[in-house]
């Protein structure tokens, strides 16, 4: 198996963890069946976006910290999140950027935590999971997973690979959801007309189902649509990437 | 222009629910970007990409050096014949113009664009001394009647229906109502003729400056650009002080980049090269230059190592243009000359970070306008450096933070703080939620902050047992799979 | 309104300069330029750039024409390839007519002056002035008239673009006060670049001891505006038709 001897640490992210375990779970038996060996350090909790993304950087260092020692002996650090993978890829080391030591902990971090397409495409080097699917899908990119990671194709391949999905892309040019952490209830106006925009988009691929590799837009996305009473099921991709048979 | 920056909040919701300003940014948007697109596919996007590399690095050096190319631009515009004066503040700017138009006896001032000239308020400085300025680019005239300020940096009257401007030309001008884009251009041609032709100044603002020669461009497609600075006897040019280009031999870079990032243009209709007064066997032409290089807040960013990068903006708008959040307010919602993604970093430092708070979190951090913009700017990252100096402060910044802000992220830290603490919240929460929790969603929630969310999405409950608790089950069913030996297939 | 006439002193160029130099952090004036590779190009480098330029234009003469006239219909040009001088006659004889027009304002370009239009064309009841000798007079004049008509100093292919260079003979209001636009481009003015244009602009710089003319005019078209609902309209404050008439004729070199 390509996969044998890969030792990866999930970092399963709060949001995750506390809201979407289903998640957790869906990445963690996606990893086995692809050969990866996958443990949980425990003292993981949050990577700490919410608090630099609202200007608490001290706050956010502190947990950077302790995530950093969280993972410190992983080989791989494996996230079900663009947005977390990128705080602590590109943003780790900008948090410390004037302390050497820590800088240097979090450049080596970043030298080792993947998104999961990202992974399984790159570090695993798949493209068919062996996922199948009966029902039709859009795709939804996350920002930070787009223009932070650069992580474009990735999970269209692992998409377009799974038997029976008919993938139906989104017409016009990629636009944010109106998620942006703290950004949902600061601008709540605004986020809702965002919201709008993207759940119109996504209706008019006449897709049941709308897949993205991060929960906060998900559950924005998700709570729009479930609020609208919408049959279009929002889901994370390693959900998608489990399913092993016809689904509704 | 008064900084209506501390507004954001009721502004924009007051743009979102504006029926003309919502038609006007759908109707107009994509249109900006799908010009850009397609401007940028006739050279080939790896062309661009070479563009913009070779923009920023210029852009760069220059700053980097900006003493010694102001100094020389200055050099060359005064041996060319030229004027020139240094502005530090809005008042130098308004005294600069204003003294001059009273030494040479001005009555009428034609403007083209010159956004420095709105961050002074330079109309009503010269209005205050008697003197009458007249806009003469479209957008501008529109604005200048409507008495509003500008919507957006390139086009500044995108928010009017041609009903709106019709109604304006026959309210301010006493013009029949002519409900036809057409003939509604035709009619600011017909009315700002004879001021082009009368006017005794001409002010223009300068999109480069090339210090190598000493030499103002402007980029217009109108031609009001061109008689500004052709028909009245002195020629005003406002400049930010960052305008500034090393060479002439810079500006290939810039004309290409300029007006495909704007509007998607190849090249605008006129590309005006203003490098002194006229000569004496001249034809025509200015008999006075002057160039006021102004600062007004830019030596803040200058200083500035994380925001300096900001002064490498030529204003083209782009970014306006692709930001979400931009498409569904517009530029009056951010209070001052310049909104959108640039303006959430410049308009905070002109004006005084806290009175413009707002700005720099009214952004998702998408990163759009980074990928747009031709000279590579990192707006995003710029965004979180403002937000990290409001909420802690710090040698540029005053803190400003609510104590309800500082309190939340208190609570959030101690939290997530550590994995044991968190357990137990997210047991207390998941209890507590019950009564409000259905289907695993909740609705009705009169809990401050969350409300914001419910009112038109579901909140996902707390699992009743989070993925850490799941993770021994499945640590379990692992070793079960292992015993069932190497048949089972991945 | 009362009278601000407070004493009020500018910053001098000193004050402002060092206030820059205190915002990078720098102590004391430079000791030596920035290295910026475009500055540094001596006068004899400049000339070889130039040398090379001019070569590259003359063996590509007919495909920059080619190039030109295809551009310059993206960029709303009526565009004409004539093959004599005398063709421009009846150009604008056939434009006047057309457009029921009756006077014409012109530069004194080269291309112009051998031309005996005034005379020419006044058999056709045209009138036809060389906008010259400045005032109140030439100002009316460009104002009332149909047709601007120039020659041009160069063209550029890559964006369609007429430069004009205004001195005596070349007002800068021809190509733009009147309501139609007509210009007489020669194959042999014709850059391919930006670059091209600016290389040449520079040399001439360098060669006038660091001078560059006072005004240079790039016309890439039609006037246009789309300030109303993003509404392209052709023909704002300069003219509505912009007429490119590129020259081929071999008869004066």
């Known amino acids: 198996m390509a996969a044998d001897g890969i030792r990866a640490s999930l970092f399963v992210t709060c949001l995750v963890d506390q809201f979407y375990p289903q998640v957790g779970e869906a990445t963690v038996k996606l990893l086995r069946r692809l050969g990866v060996q996958v443990d949980f350090p425990p003292a993981q909790t949050c990577c700490g976006q919410p608090a630099f993304n609202s200007g608490f950087r001290q706050e956010a260092r502190s947990i950077a910290r302790q995530l950093l020692k969280a993972f410190r002996r ?9 947005s977390c993978a990128s705080m602590l890829r590109v943003f780790y080391p900008e ?7 820590l800088h240097k902990e979090a450049k080596d971090l970043a030298g080792r935590t993947y998104e999961l397409s990202e992974f399984v495409t790159q570090v695993l080097g798949v493209t068919d ?4 699917y009966n029902g039709s899908v859009t795709y939804h990119p996350s920002c930070h997973l787009l223009r932070e990671l650069g992580v474009r194709d990735a999970p269209l391949e692992l998409l377009r690979n799974v038997k029976g999905l008919d993938f139906k892309p989104a017409a016009g040019r990629t636009t944010c959801c109106g998620f942006g952490g703290t950004f949902s209830v600061k601008y709540p106006y605004i986020s809702e007309a965002m919201l709008d925009d993207k759940l119109q988009e996504i209706e008019e691929t006449g897709a049941n189902a709308v897949v993205s590799c991060d929960m906060g837009c998900l559950m924005h996305i998700g709570g729009g649509l479930s609020r609208k009473g919408s049959p279009i099921r929002a889901m994370h991709l390693a959900e998608l990437l489990i399913s092993q048979q016809n689904e509704e | 222009m008064e900084a209506r920056t501390a507004q954001f909040k009721e ?12 038609v006007a940014l759908n109707r107009v948007m994509h249109h900006f970007d799908e010009a850009r697109q397609a401007a940028i596919q006739e050279i080939t996007p790896e062309v661009w990409e070479g563009l913009r590399e070779r923009g920023r690095l210029i852009k760069q050096h220059t700053i980097a050096n900006l003493d010694y190319y102001l100094e020389l631009l200055a050099k060359q515009v005064t041996a060319n014949g030229g004027v020139v004066h240094f502005a530090s503040t809005v008042e130098d700017v308004r005294n600069i113009v204003v003294q001059l138009a009273r030494e040479r006896n001005v009555k009428t001032v034609v403007k083209s664009k010159s956004m420095v000239s709105e961050e002074v308020g330079l109309n009503h400085a010269l209005e205050a001394a008697g003197i009458e300025p007249v806009e003469t680019d479209l957008g501008e005239y529109i604005i200048q009647l409507a008495d509003e300020t500008p919507f957006h940096i390139v086009a500044p009257a995108m928010h009017k229906s041609k009903e709106q401007v019709s109604d304006l030309f026959h309210d301010k001008l006493g013009e029949p109502r002519r409900y036809v884009i057409a003939e509604l251009a035709q009619t600011a041609r017909r009315r700002l003729r004879p001021k082009f032709l009368e006017a005794d100044m001409g002010i223009s603002g300068a999109n480069f400056a090339v210090a190598e020669t000493g030499t103002v461009v402007i980029v217009t497609n109108e031609g009001n650009g061109q008689l500004c600075t052709s028909l009245p006897p002195i020629h005003v040019a406002i400049m930010g002080m960052e305008k500034v280009v090393p060479a002439l031999e810079d500006m290939a870079v810039f004309l290409r980049l300029l007006p495909r990032a704007a509007t998607g243009q190849r090249i605008t209709t006129y590309t005006t090269f203003v490098s002194g007064p006229r000569r004496a066997d001249d034809e025509d032409g200015p008999e006075e230059f002057h160039l006021v290089i102004v600062d007004n807040g830019r030596s803040r960013l200058l200083r500035d190592a994380a925001l300096r990068e900001a002064l490498n903006c030529i204003r083209c708008g782009a970014c306006l243009n692709i930001c979400p959040i931009y498409r569904k307010v517009g530029g009056h919602a951010y209070g001052w000359v310049y909104p959108g993604p640039i303006g959430a970093i410049v308009s905070p430092v002109l004006v005084g970070v806290p009175h413009a708070k707002d700005l720099p979190f009214a952004s998702t951090l998408c990163g759009a306008c980074r990928e747009v913009c031709p000279v590579k700017i990192n707006i995003p990252h710029m965004l979180l450096e403002l937000r990290g100096r409001l909420m802690e402060g710090d040698r540029h910044t005053e803190r400003n933070v609510s104590p309800w802000e500082k309190l939340l992220a208190q609570l959030w830290y101690i939290g997530v703080r550590d994995s044991r603490i968190m357990t137990v919240g997210q047991r207390l929460g998941a209890l507590l939620q019950a009564p409000l929790s259905r289907n695993g969603r909740l609705r009705n929630v009169n809990i401050p902050v969350l409300t914001n969310w419910t009112r038109r999405r579901d909140f996902p409950a707390l699992a009743s047992r989070p993925f850490r608790e799941r993770w021994k089950e499945l640590q379990r069913a692992r070793h079960q799979t292992q015993k069932m030996g190497e048949g089972h297939r991945g | 309104m009362a009278d601000e006439r407070r004493s009020f002193r500018e910053p001098s160029l000193e004050e402002f300069i060092s206030a820059v130099r205190g915002h990078l952090g720098i102590a004391g004036p430079r000791r030596q330029p920035p290295e910026h590779a475009p500055l540094q190009q001596s006068l004899a480098a400049q000339q070889q750039k130039v040398t090379a330029i001019q070569e590259r234009l003359a ?3 007919g ?10 219909r993206l960029q709303g040009w009526q565009v004409s390839r004539l093959y004599t001088e005398t063709d421009i006659y009846y150009y604008v004889a056939e434009l006047t007519a057309a457009l029921d027009a009756t006077a014409v304002v012109r530069t004194d370009h080269p291309v112009l002056r051998r031309l005996n239009l005034e005379e020419v064309l006044a058999q056709e009841g045209i009138a036809v002035t060389l906008l010259a000798d400045g005032g109140e007079a030439m100002r009316y004049n460009a104002n009332m008239s149909d047709i601007g008509l120039t020659g041009v100093d160069y063209a550029i292919a890559e964006t369609a673009t007429c430069v004009l260079l205004p001195r005596r003979g070349v007002s800068r209001t021809v190509h733009v006060l009147p309501p139609v636009y007509v210009a007489v481009v020669e194959a042999q003015q014709i850059v391919e670049t930006l670059e091209d ?5 520079r040399l001439e710089f360098l060669e006038n001891g660091g001078r560059l003319d006072p005004y240079m005019t790039f016309v890439s078209g039609p006037s246009r505006t789309a300030d109303i609902e993003q509404t392209i309209v052709i023909g704002a404050h300069g003219p509505r038709e912009a007429h490119m008439l590129i020259l081929n004729d071999t008869t004066h070199g």
């Open chain 1, 74 to 82: 992983s080989q791989f650090v494996v996230t079900p999140s663009g």
């Open chain 3, 197 to 201: 244009i600016f290389a040449l602009r």
């Open chain 3, 59 to 61: 063996a590509k003469r």
């Open chain 3, 63 to 72: 495909e920059l024409v080619e190039r030109l006239e295809a551009k310059a």
């Open chain 1, 129 to 132: 999971v062996g996922a199948a």
């Open chain 2, 11 to 22: 502004r924009s919701r007051q743009a979102l629910s504006d029926v003309q300003i919502q």
């Open chain 1, 95 to 101: 948090l410390f950027h004037d302390d050497p030591v």
